[in-house]
């Protein structure tokens, strides 16, 4: 079986869908090849945050990107037509330590100074931020408070974009495992391993960690590798929080979402005893009304992590057409694949800067 288009996307995330959005908003014809039920799938099982605070502290320019999609994400998700549970009110990092407040602080402040003053955040004292958030516990020292942030519903997001993938003319084709991706004359080819084949004349890896065996196929090296996060859910509790934060967020739907896991245990996506508990006391730290809460289900997903937690944004030097797109923030992300990277792929005069992004930075580690 074979299929024409402009761009073969491969991967069904948030990722592929949002570039997906994008190129057909461009009219260009796009096919985009969905994974298997057993694949792991990042898109599925994240924290559903559109995140600024702390990210590019090493490097401005992700710091730059990551805002230009929050500020970006409101028409995002008034064009996508759906209520996607999108709140940007501002988004809280709770410290219980005075010092390690400090240091983070001044981590901010270094990159306030480098990105030119455009960056709004503020530190809450013990005492402004229970003005704010009236329910923290008494071992909460403050926060930092970072206006861009936000958080959204991530499953009624990626329900959305695939549906309007397909309304505006996309074809998404679910239960592909490719297994082969390579150049042919005129354009690119992905084959399944049940036997199917899609042509196209560009091709973009999306992927998530399928890109460590399609990569190099590609002419890409792919230094991608999973991070496991675990995540628990509340039942639904009367209104507790104002704002989210990067480890406790209450839902649009009422339950409180708890998360503050980084393993490295390579593809095993279980959730374990020993890290929820661990994820549950800190959460009653922060909230101790949490103790009385029941759980109703609990997940572990894997993120995709480059060498030093940036994106990948790069077009193969072997097999020009083919493009690499991968990172561990597809959702904060999501608007600037979805009205940015686009131009980029094609090449456009009002394409981004991401050299930045590219696989050269990895060529002597």
Same mark, same amino acid.
């Given at each position: 079986?074979?299929?024409?288009?402009?761009?073969?996307?491969?991967?069904?995330?948030?990722?592929?869908?949002?570039?997906?959005?994008?190129?057909?908003?461009?009219?260009?014809?796009?096919?985009?090849?969905?994974?298997?039920?057993?694949?792991?799938?990042?898109?599925?099982?994240?924290?559903?945050?559109?995140?600024?605070?702390?990210?590019?502290?090493?490097?401005?320019?992700?710091?730059?990107?990551?805002?230009?999609?929050?500020?970006?994400?409101?028409?995002?998700?008034?064009?996508?037509?759906?209520?996607?549970?999108?709140?940007?009110?501002?988004?809280?990092?709770?410290?219980?330590?005075?010092?390690?407040?400090?240091?983070?602080?001044?981590?901010?402040?270094?990159?306030?100074?480098?990105?030119?003053?455009?960056?709004?955040?503020?530190?809450?004292?013990?005492?402004?931020?229970?003005?704010?958030?009236?329910?923290?516990?008494?071992?909460?020292?403050?926060?930092?408070?970072?206006?861009?942030?936000?958080?959204?519903?991530?499953?009624?997001?990626?329900?959305?974009?695939?549906?309007?993938?397909?309304?505006?003319?996309?074809?998404?084709?679910?239960?592909?495992?490719? %297994?082969?991706?390579?150049?042919? $004359? =005129?354009?690119?080819?992905? +084959?399944?391993?049940?036997?199917?084949? @899609? &042509? /196209? %004349?560009?091709?973009?890896?999306? $992927? =998530?960690?399928?890109?460590? +065996?399609?990569?190099?196929?590609?002419? @890409? &090296? /792919?230094?991608?590798?999973?991070?496991?996060?675990?995540?628990?859910?509340? +039942?639904?509790?009367?209104?507790?929080?104002? &704002?989210?934060?990067?480890?406790?967020?209450?839902?649009?739907?009422?339950?409180?979402?708890?998360?503050?896991?980084?393993?490295?245990?390579?593809?095993?996506?279980?959730?374990?005893?020993?890290?929820?508990?661990?994820?549950?006391?800190?959460?009653?730290?922060?909230?101790?009304?949490?103790?009385?809460?029941?759980?109703?289900?609990?997940?572990?997903?894997?993120?995709?992590?480059?060498?030093?937690?940036?994106?990948?944004?790069?077009?193969?030097?072997?097999?020009?057409?083919?493009?690499?797109?991968?990172?561990?923030?597809?959702?904060?992300?999501?608007?600037?694949?979805?009205?940015?990277?686009?131009?980029?792929?094609?090449?456009?005069?009002?394409?981004?800067?991401?050299?930045?992004?590219?696989?050269?930075?990895?060529?002597?580690?």
């Amino acid at each position: 079986m074979s299929q024409e288009a402009d761009y073969l996307v491969i991967g069904g995330g948030v990722v592929g869908l949002s570039l997906a959005w994008g190129l057909l908003k461009r009219g260009r014809r796009v096919l985009v090849l969905d994974g298997e039920d057993g694949s792991f799938r990042a898109s599925r099982g994240n924290f559903g945050l559109v995140w600024v605070q702390g990210k590019g502290a090493q490097e401005p320019a992700y710091a730059r990107w990551s805002q230009g999609s929050a500020v970006a994400w409101g028409a995002f998700a008034e064009e996508l037509g759906a209520d996607l549970g999108l709140r940007q009110e501002g988004g809280l990092d709770y410290h219980t330590d005075e010092a390690a407040l400090a240091k983070q602080v001044q981590v901010l402040e270094r990159l306030r100074e480098q990105l030119g003053g455009d960056y709004p955040f503020e530190v809450l004292g013990a005492n402004r931020l229970r003005q704010e958030e009236p329910n923290i516990g008494p071992k909460v020292a403050g926060a930092i408070l970072h206006h861009q942030d936000g958080h959204v519903n991530p499953l009624r997001l990626l329900r959305s974009l695939a549906g309007e993938v397909r309304r505006l003319g996309g074809e998404v084709v679910t239960g592909c495992h490719v %297994a082969h991706a390579g150049a042919e $004359a =005129g354009g690119f080819c992905a +084959e399944t391993r049940d036997g199917r084949s @899609f &042509r /196209a %004349a560009k091709l973009v890896l999306s $992927a =998530g960690l399928g890109a460590q +065996e399609l990569g190099p196929q590609l002419g @890409f &090296r /792919a230094p991608i590798r999973p991070q496991r996060g675990q995540v628990l859910i509340t +039942e639904k509790l009367p209104k507790l929080m104002r &704002r989210p934060s990067g480890t406790v967020r209450q839902v649009d739907e009422g339950g409180v979402q708890l998360g503050d896991s980084k393993e490295e245990v390579g593809f095993d996506d279980r959730s374990t005893l020993e890290t929820s508990a661990a994820i549950a006391r800190h959460a009653v730290t922060i909230f101790p009304r949490l103790a009385k809460a029941k759980l109703v289900r609990s997940w572990g997903a894997l993120r995709i992590m480059s060498p030093d937690g940036l994106p990948i944004y790069q077009e193969s030097k072997s097999l020009p057409g083919a493009y690499l797109v991968t990172c561990h923030s597809g959702i904060t992300l999501a608007a600037a694949h979805a009205r940015f990277l686009p131009a980029w792929l094609e090449g456009a005069a009002d394409a981004p800067d991401l050299e930045v992004f590219s696989e050269d930075r990895f060529a002597l580690s």
